[in-house]
């Protein structure tokens, strides 16, 4: 019997220190990028969004990674540069998260609509972030972010 791909759960900590935790919503996506010319920490992970910057840090030490989840030590060999995270609870002190795997195509559509909604609410963006088959014709359309 195979065992299904093991699920890698994060905690970020230090949002207070930048826009705080009203930006993570649940079951939003996150990017987060290896920051190896931290002074303070090499193997830190920054957490990002498009129009707040930095969000806060992958929790790296014993007492601030949440149990049950995982370094940002142990998470940076298995990531790549740059990885998404999905926020799946919050609290006070720190935001709950799990690692994306899959699509990288797929994910920075999602994370690109994602964005479009937040800056422009009233626009329906159907047509860029429908996850169905469209009529095949390739659309040139300015709300497209490019990764």
């Known amino acids: ?14 949002f207070d220190h930048y826009a705080g935790r009203r930006v993570f919503s649940i079951g939003a996506l996150v990017l987060c990028r290896k ?7 090499p193997e830190a992970i920054v957490c990002l969004f498009p129009g707040f910057g930095k969000l806060g840090y992958l929790a790296n030490s014993v007492h601030t990674v949440a149990e049950g989840c995982m370094s940002a030590g142990r998470v940076y060999d298995k990531m790549e540069d740059t990885f998404f995270i999905r926020v799946l609870f919050k609290s006070y002190t720190k935001i709950i998260c799990r690692v994306e795997k899959g699509e990288q195509a797929e994910l920075e559509r999602e994370f690109a609509c994602q964005l479009l909604r937040l800056t422009d609410p009233g626009k329906s963006y159907s047509h860029l972030c ?5 009529d095949g014709t390739d659309r040139e359309d300015e709300d497209c972010i490019s990764f």
């Open 1 to 14: 019997m195979e065992t299904a791909a093991k699920e890698l759960f994060v905690t970020v900590t230090g």
């Open 35 to 41: 920051e190896p010319e931290n002074v303070y920490d």
């Open 130 to 134: 429908s996850s169905e088959e469209t």
